[in-house]
């Protein structure tokens, strides 16, 4: 990583949706699928899965700060996920999709932060905010076959039900920050 990148780790519910939601992102240099914030090092999809090892399904975002703000990755992660359910994203239920924010700077702890303030004070009317906003310690990538999982199995129901309108919401509010 040269000293033009910087690197956060979303974990948003299931990986195959979050990084389907940042690849195509201004800026964005690469998503990598994996696991963040377990007690087990080198977990495996099942183990994760199973609830028993503590760490979230998480994408690795490394982006080039000069071509995409923080606060702009943090519009698109909070626009594109249930931030108010504790432990679940639509029917996917687990601590492993819960919401959270691994960050790698204060810097990304400092803003985070402001923005999960900033979105309570304006809409108090769709719940509270559960989002985890902790330090990266660790993160393992997922096993190759989660590896651009959209890209290659999109006409699966799960990607067609959950991650296409996803996308489809993405490219019509945020257009302008996608890569042309």
Known sequence: MNQSEEVVVFGGGCFWCTEAVFVDVRGVISVMPGYAGGSVEHPTYDAVCSGRTGHAEVVRV????????????????FATHDPTTLHRQGNDVGTQYRSVIFFTTDRQRDEAL?????????????GTIVTEVVPLSSFYPAEDYHREYYKYNSSQPYCQLVISPKLKKLKERYRALLKE
């Not at 490394?62 to 995409?68: G, K, L, S, V």
């Open 62 to 77: 490394t982006f080039d700060p000069a071509r995409i703000s923080f606060e702009d990755l943090l519009t698109i992660f």
């Open 114 to 126: 402001q923005f999960i303030s900033r979105l309570s004070a304006d809409d108090d009317s769709s």
